[in-house]
């Protein structure tokens, strides 16, 4: 080999090494480049947690009651149920009174897919001596014991029988052990711990913050689409016209006001 060639051939494998190096350093900055924008994230995402956690601002909390929950068919159209918020507090007599008065009629409007509902905790008649023994928050965070251990069906049932069986208010209600073994009656154990910890009072706290941030001021406080009830005592006619708006389809003839239930709730108890 000429001395040439063999100079050529030096050249070529310094600048081929050369090359080697550069890429080298280039993946070592798009390596570190990624790692430093996964850190970034990871610390974005454990403030979110953090902030969560600690209750750092009103987070909102509700339970969403479907028509899959209630075990209706899968749709076969494009219908979107309409969506009923409802601000509840188990020790609160109106609460009750709407339970009883339109229970059944919310319940079948679920199961025919043109509702769903968002339960949303809003636990203040503690505060007011409405509970002696704090039964508003404590039944609250037993039902969402329930929903977290479960599902949203099993809370329905559980909300269901905290109003059949709701204390008078301004006396004791049921105790931790008492809410546990009511729910494990109903089929719903494994939420002892989570019962006789109040592990969701924070939550709790936070979503009647929430509530009162959007102008919530006493329960039940009913929005349907994002529209607050003013006449409690029409609700159902108002989700029925609501529905059919939604589907395109005619209103609902209005109810004769003699025809209407005797004990259909009026009004709302005041938060404060």
Request: aromatic content about 8%; hydrophobic content about 35%; glycine content about 8%.
């Amino acid at each position: 080999m000429s001395n040439d060639r063999k100079k050529r051939a030096e050249r070529a494998e310094q600048m081929r090494k050369e090359r080697e190096k550069a890429a080298k350093r280039q993946r070592s900055v798009i390596t570190g480049t990624i790692i430093a924008v996964v850190i970034v994230l990871v610390g974005l995402a454990a403030y979110g947690v953090s902030t969560i956690s600690s209750g750092n601002g009103p987070q909102a909390f509700s339970v969403n009651y479907t028509p899959e929950d209630a075990g209706a068919p899968a749709a076969t159209d494009d219908y979107e149920p309409v969506v009923v918020e409802m601000y509840e507090d188990f020790q609160c007599p109106a609460c009750q009174a709407l339970e009883s008065a339109f229970g059944e009629q919310l319940q079948a409007l679920v199961a025919a897919g043109d509702i769903t509902i968002k339960y949303h905790p809003f636990s203040f008649l503690d505060d007011r001596g409405g509970s002696p023994n704090e039964y508003s928050k404590r039944s609250t965070n037993a039902a969402i014991c329930v929903y977290e251990e479960y599902d949203a069906a099993a809370y329905k049932t559980f909300h269901d029988y905290l109003y059949a069986n709701q204390p008078t208010e301004g006396n004791p209600g049921p105790e931790d052990d008492e809410l546990v073994a009511a729910a494990e009656s109903l089929g719903f154990t494994g939420v002892e711990a989570c019962i006789t910890d109040h592990t969701y009072f924070k939550r709790i706290d936070n979503a009647k913050e929430a509530g009162g941030e959007r102008g919530v001021t006493g329960t039940p406080t009913i929005f349907i689409e994002d529209e607050k009830v003013t006449d409690n005592g029409t609700l159902i006619e108002q989700i029925q016209a609501a529905v059919a708006e939604k589907r395109g389809e005619p209103a609902p003839a209005t109810t004769d006001p003699a025809t209407a239930p005797t004990d259909a709730p009026t009004a709302t108890t005041p938060a404060g």
